[in-house]
C-alpha cells in the first residue's frame, strides 16, 4: 500500500509544482498591470509632455511672481494668455499652447477659485488690480469649490452604498441569502 501511496503524493506534489509556476506567472502578469497602473508608467510622448508642462508652469511662476504664485493665487485677468504670448522667449522653448495648458491648470486649482471668492479684483502680469470680478465669475467659483468639496466626501465614503447598486440588481445581502 506504501508504494501505490507514494506514487499519488509524488504526482499530487508534481502538479502543485507546476499549478505553483503557472500561479506566479500569472501573479507576475497581474502584478505588471497593477505596476504600471499604480505608478502610471509613462511613455516617451508622456514624459517629454509632463517636462513641458513642468518647464512652462516654473517659467510663468519665475517671470511673473507678482502674478502667478502657487501658494497664494491672485485673480488673473481676462485673456492674460495674449498679455504673455508677447513675453514668450524667442528661442520658441516655449509655445502657445503650452501657456493655454498651464493657465487652464491653474485655474481650476482650488487655491485659484478660493482666490476669486476672496478678492475684489483681477489682477495683470505686473500684480496690479484691473478689472472687478463679476459676481457670476464668484458664483461658479462657488459652485465648483461646492462640487470639488462633495467629490471629496464621496470618496471618503464606505463602498457599501457603491456594493448596493451592483450591476447585477441586488446588494451583497440578498447575494449571501440566495
Keep these: 500500500m506504501k508504494s501505490m ?22 501573479s507576475e502578469k497581474t502584478f505588471q498591470k497593477k505596476k504600471k497602473k499604480i505608478f502610471k508608467i509613462l511613455n516617451p510622448e508622456q514624459k517629454a509632455k509632463r517636462e513641458t508642462f513642468k518647464k512652462t508652469l516654473t517659467w510663468l511662476c519665475e517671470r511673473f511672481p507678482q502674478c502667478f504664485n502657487l501658494s497664494s493665487p491672485k485673480p488673473l485677468k481676462k485673456h492674460i494668455e495674449v498679455d504673455i504670448f508677447s513675453h514668450l522667449p524667442k528661442d520658441g522653448s516655449l509655445s502657445r499652447r503650452s501657456i493655454r495648458i498651464v493657465i487652464a491648470f491653474y485655474v481650476k486649482q482650488s487655491a485659484y477659485q478660493r482666490s ?8 495683470n502680469l505686473e500684480g496690479f488690480a484691473i478689472e472687478e470680478i463679476e459676481s457670476s ?12 468639496e462633495s467629490r471629496k466626501y464621496l470618496l471618503k465614503q464606505p463602498h457599501k452604498e457603491i456594493l448596493s447598486d451592483h450591476k447585477f440588481g441586488y446588494n451583497q445581502q440578498t447575494k449571501r441569502e440566495l
Excluded at 458664483?139 to 465648483?144: C, D, G, L, N, S
Design 5 to 26: 501511496s507514494e506514487p499519488l503524493v509524488n504526482r499530487s506534489s508534481e502538479n502543485q509544482r507546476e499549478e505553483g509556476s503557472t500561479k506566479d506567472k500569472f
Design 116 to 123: 476669486i471668492l476672496e478678492n475684489t479684483h483681477r489682477f
Design 137 to 148: 465669475h464668484k458664483e461658479y467659483a462657488k459652485t465648483v469649490l461646492e462640487q470639488k
